[in-house]
């Protein structure tokens, strides 16, 4: 190529070239105001977050089934409720003083055993089973009466008051065994005993009519047998003891009765 040519391009290629930079340049946008450049912002970095570390893993211990046991189980039993009613109080029986009015009369005595003439008397003999036979034991008052027929026949009565009714029960047992042993009478070597009564009759709170008959051996046939008839009731705190005793066979069993009901209506 000649020079001529080669001249002609290079002025072609300058313009091309400045039209490059202005382009360039255009893309820079100028910050507004006319400030300077603002750099273009870093960009932050985050640090990789570390997990903990884990729990080293464990190996599970295989359950074992607990073992059956026997054990009884209890039904309880649902029982009614009731409401328990109050208990009455108990009271104490009232006192019963003894008064001569309790006693049999020796009129009473006559009615019951007519035509034997029986009176009262100021005094007489002990029963024939002894002064046990007549009263009990922690006697709280008494009072006797004596009948006769002024001949061959006598006997007495004897009330004894106790401090309970249950100590008049005690009083009234042990009078009646006493009776029944009868250690007191003690017929003679020509004499033997034995008991021909042995009841009871509903009056009073209790009452029991025993006798005890006495009689002749057949070594001495000619003595005298002998009658001793005992009645004796309770009621409430109060024992009443009727024993009579005479040659023969005593009172007959259905006079005594008789007079054993009439002793005891006296009785409070």
């Not at 046990?132 to 008051?161: C, F, H, I, K, P």
């Not at 001793?228 to 069993?253: C, D, H, N, Q, W």
Request: glycine content about 8%; charged content about 15%; hydrophobic content about 35%.
């Amino acid at each position: 190529m000649n020079t001529r040519g080669s001249r002609r391009v290079a002025a072609l290629a300058g313009p091309a070239v400045a039209a490059l930079a202005l382009v360039a340049c255009g893309n820079q946008t100028a910050p507004a105001g006319g400030g300077a450049n603002t750099p273009p912002p870093t960009p932050s970095v985050t640090a990789p977050t570390t997990p903990p570390p884990s729990a080293p893993a464990t190996t599970p211990t295989p359950s074992v089934p607990p073992k059956p046991t026997a054990t009884a189980t209890a039904t309880a039993t649902t029982r009614p409720t009731t409401t328990p009613s109050a208990k009455p109080t108990p009271t104490k029986p009232p006192v019963v003083r003894l008064a001569n009015a309790m006693l049999l009369t020796g009129k009473e005595v006559a009615k019951a055993d007519p035509k034997r003439g029986w009176i009262a008397a100021s005094n007489g003999n002990r029963a024939i089973c002894g002064t046990m036979s007549t009263r009990g034991n922690g006697v709280q008052g008494n009072l006797t009466r004596y009948y006769t027929t002024e001949l061959d026949a006598s006997g007495g009565q004897w009330l004894t008051r106790y401090q309970s009714p249950a100590a008049a029960k005690a009083a009234y047992e042990s009078i009646i065994a006493t009776i029944k042993s009868c250690k007191a009478l003690k017929p003679g070597p020509t004499h033997a005993r034995k008991l021909t009564e042995n009841r009871t009759l509903a009056v009073g709170d209790a009452t029991a009519i025993l006798r005890w008959y006495t009689y002749p051996l057949p070594n001495d046939p000619g003595s005298e047998d002998g009658g001793f008839p005992y009645a004796v009731t309770r009621k409430g705190t109060i024992v009443s003891v009727l024993a009579f005793g005479e040659m023969g066979k005593g009172i007959a069993p259905a006079h005594w009765e008789a007079l054993t009901r009439t002793a005891a209506a006296k009785l409070p």
